[in-house]
């Protein structure tokens, strides 16, 4: 749908309110915006020339993504509670997952904690707190189909991580790295 306040187009539905399209950025598939919950404005700002075909947009309600000018994103799931921050000329393949949070604690107690929480029963109860680290990939990276990218993580610019790699930490720009976990393999 397009209007005066998105100069892009979303194909399939209401944008939601607090979502910025840059022109000619072209947003595509049915559950793209199926668990946004963001309420901070933006909460979602894709810049100009982008598309981003079959790609969710989990946001939680105190989190932010920005994705900059002549990205073209398929079929990814972006996953924050925080912040995911794409730079510009990014292309990132099916499959990939980028994610700033665990989204459950790891210690064993704790996740029974959290399970109780969330039930029935934990009526009110509150969730223990849960790790959380911005994502930030800069400028002129190629990540490859089937990737999982984890929290807390840089990806600088001019990477480039093969398909199927598990990154979980920082990438030096210009870095060629695959593996799970990834690792660096040339530059």
């Given at each position: 749908?397009?209007?005066d306040?998105?100069?892009g187009?979303?194909?399939?539905g209401?944008?939601?309110?607090?979502?910025?399209?840059?022109?000619?950025?072209?947003?595509t598939?049915?559950?793209?915006?199926?668990?946004?919950?963001?309420?901070?404005?933006?909460?979602l700002?894709?810049?100009?020339?982008?598309?981003?075909?079959?790609?969710?947009?989990?946001?939680?309600?105190?989190a932010?993504?920005?994705?900059?000018?002549?990205c073209?994103?398929?079929?990814?799931?972006?996953?924050?509670?925080?912040?995911?921050?794409?730079?510009?000329?990014?292309?990132?393949?099916?499959?990939?997952?980028?994610?700033?949070?665990?989204?459950?604690?790891?210690?064993?107690?704790?996740?029974?904690?959290?399970?109780?929480?969330?039930?029935?029963?934990?009526?009110?109860?509150?969730?223990?707190?849960?790790?959380?680290?911005?994502?930030?990939?800069?400028?002129?990276?190629?990540?490859?189909?089937?990737?999982?990218?984890?929290?807390?993580?840089?990806?600088g610019?001019?990477?480039f991580?093969?398909?199927?790699?598990?990154?979980?930490?920082?990438?030096?720009?210009?870095?060629?790295?695959?593996?799970?976990?990834a690792?660096?393999?040339?530059?």
């Amino acid at each position: 749908m397009r209007n005066d306040h998105h100069p892009g187009l979303w194909m399939d539905g209401e944008l939601p309110p607090n979502c910025r399209l840059g022109e000619r950025t072209v947003v595509t598939g049915a559950t793209a915006f199926k668990r946004f919950h963001s309420r901070r404005d933006p909460g979602l700002t894709i810049g100009a020339n982008s598309t981003m075909d079959g790609v969710q947009f989990a946001i939680g309600a105190e989190a932010t993504v920005s994705i900059g000018d002549f990205c073209y994103l398929t079929n990814a799931v972006l996953l924050a509670e925080l912040e995911i921050s794409i730079g510009r000329y990014v292309i990132i393949g099916w499959n990939t997952t980028i994610a700033d949070t665990d989204f459950h604690p790891l210690a064993p107690a704790l996740r029974i904690q959290d399970a109780r929480a969330l039930s029935p029963l934990g009526r009110g109860m509150a969730r223990p707190t849960i790790a959380r680290a911005p994502v930030v990939i800069e400028d002129d990276v190629w990540i490859g189909p089937s990737c999982t990218i984890l929290k807390g993580v840089r990806i600088g610019r001019g990477a480039f991580i093969e398909p199927g790699s598990v990154v979980t930490r920082d990438v030096e720009p210009g870095a060629h790295v695959l593996g799970n976990p990834a690792r660096e393999v040339a530059r």
